[in-house]
């Protein structure tokens, strides 16, 4: 089946330092997501990120395919950035049904 | 545009009991999906439907889950004769087809087996 690690597990910040977060998957033939998870909060997407960089706010995701592997650089972290991150990997069968890793946690403290 | 919503919020249930979560998608979504979230773990599909109908039910741990969709709108997954083992947190998450860039994740019903 589809696998997808994540690393580090946890990490812990101060304020204003940045993080790199990373995910390698199984498959190549992959539509690539993060989403953020506050504690106790829903999921939400950061990232659609299949192949090549994106950006948004403070936010940089670059995912290489044929590597399999994904990473997500937050900069200037702010302690509103705590919280679990998860890659997950779509392997395009048109339903769009996610592979999860078991995510980053990220503590940002002042 | 309100976003998805679960019912209920928590629940707790001695081993054996059982017990039905509920998730109203947003309006005119017609892929819905449920996944089981267990603590510290990312969420593990279980179940996904395209209208009424189930695409794939394969990963539901056993034959004590079911979850149905009747008119292509609400669903309800349910747990018979729960075990320990089932305690996680439950998400609905629901799409429109056309959308291929993410899924709409609601706030999850959170469930102890004690």
């Known amino acids: 089946g589809q696998q997808v690690q994540q690393s580090p597990a946890s990490l812990v910040l101060q304020e204003g330092e940045n993080a790199e977060l990373q995910c390698n998957f199984s498959s190549t033939a992959t539509r690539l997501q993060w989403f953020y998870q506050h504690p106790g909060g829903r999921l939400v997407s950061l990232f659609y990120?299949?192949?090549g960089t994106k950006h948004t706010g403070r936010l940089t995701s670059t995912t290489v395919t044929n590597e399999r592997r994904s990473s997500l650089h937050i900069s200037s972290s702010q302690t509103t950035d705590s919280g679990t991150y998860f890659c997950?990997?779509?392997?395009?069968?048109?339903?769009?049904?996610?592979?999860f890793g078991k995510g980053t946690s990220l503590t940002v403290i002042p | 545009e309100a976003g998805v919503t679960q019912s209920p919020r928590y629940a707790v249930l001695q081993e054996g009991q059982a017990v039905s979560f509920w998730c109203d998608p947003i309006?005119?979504?017609?892929?819905l999906y449920w996944y089981q979230q267990p603590r510290d773990q990312g969420p593990q599909l279980l179940v996904y439907?395209?209208?009424?109908?189930?695409?794939?039910n394969s990963q539901l741990p056993s034959d004590r889950f079911s979850a149905v969709r009747p008119k292509g709108t609400n669903s309800t997954l349910k747990i018979q004769s729960a075990k320990q083992g089932d305690t996680a947190t439950y998400l609905c998450a629901s799409r429109l087809r056309t959308d291929q860039d993410t899924q709409y994740f609601g706030p999850g019903t959170r469930l102890l087996v004690l």
């Open positions: 309006s005119g979504h017609d892929t």
């Open positions: 990120n299949p192949s």
């Open positions: 439907f395209r209208d009424e109908a189930v695409i794939d």
């Open positions: 997950a990997i779509d392997p395009d069968t048109g339903y769009q049904n996610f592979y």
